[in-house]
T-cell receptor, first 114, second 115 residues
Framework: DAGITQSPRHKVTETGTPVTLRCHQTENHRYMYWYRQDPGHGLRLIHYSYGVKDTDKGEVSDGYSVSRSKTEDFLLTLESATSSQTSVYFC?????????????FGSGTRLTVV | AQSVTQLGSHVSVSEGALVLLRCNYSSSVPPYLFWYVQYPNQGLQLLLKYTSAATLVKGINGFEAEFKKSETSFHLTKPSAHMSHAAEYFCAVSDRANAGNMLTFGGGTRLMVKP
């Protein structure tokens, strides 16, 4: 979607190395989310943010950290990548405090840990 | 806690046939419900949503879903399938007490359309 971009789109990294994925939005939305998508599991929430410097854990947060120093950027860091973190990662944004608008998703980052 | 179950990880229909993708939810409070579609190598796009107005919701590309509280269901239908509808579909739920506006997704249903 035009208002949300993820980088990189693809990355291959080695086990044990740190990796940072970036989500950038131009919509000035308050809420930002990181999900991972794995076959049979749908999308699972890793971390989310409800404002600058305000973040919280999701369902599968172990091994991941996030930071949001500006409204437009939400970074996801894998502290020490493992093969189980091979996945497709999606960032999403939401404007509504009532969550009746749903999310807008980025195009995803395909991460392979070898 | 909220949850979503999508019955059938794969559904195959013939072109022109009815599409029915099933979604059941669990929520402690009246929910908001969503259907998303994902085409290969793309992100998810919102198809339609239920936010407590009409129980029959119309979305893009002729898709519809009906909220049935008694059955805790929100099944997605399309009267006539087309090859272009082949994709993965996700149902999602958000309860209104959810301070983080978080959506919980089902496991997804891959729709295949046979010529």
């Amino acid at each position: 979607d035009a208002g949300i971009t993820q980088s990189p789109r693809h990355k291959v990294t080695e086990t044990g190395t740190p990796v940072t994925l970036r989500c950038h939005q131009t919509e000035n939305h308050r809420y930002m989310y990181w999900y991972r998508q794995d076959p049979g599991h749908g999308l699972r929430l890793i971390h989310y943010s409800y404002g600058v410097k305000d973040t919280d854990k999701g369902e599968v947060s172990d091994g991941y950290s996030v930071s949001r120093s500006k409204t437009e950027d939400f970074l996801l860091t894998l502290e020490s990548a493992t093969s189980s973190q091979t996945s497709v990662y999606f960032c999403a944004i939401s404007a509504s405090d009532r969550n009746d608008y749903g999310y807008t998703f980025g195009s995803g980052t395909r991460l392979t840990v070898v | 806690a909220q949850s979503v179950t999508q019955l059938g990880s794969h559904v195959s229909v013939s072109e022109g046939a009815l599409v029915l993708l099933r979604c059941n939810y669990s929520s402690s409070v009246p929910p908001y419900l969503f259907w998303y579609v994902q085409y290969p190598n793309q992100g998810l796009q919102l198809l339609l949503k239920y936010t407590s107005a009409a129980t029959l919701v119309k979305g893009i590309n002729g898709f519809e879903a009906e909220f049935k509280k008694s059955e805790t269901s929100f099944h997605l239908t399309k009267p006539s399938a087309h090859m272009s509808h082949a994709a993965e579909y996700f149902c999602a739920v958000s309860d209104r007490a959810n301070a983080g506006n978080m959506l919980t997704f089902g496991g997804g249903t891959r729709l295949m359309v046979k010529p």
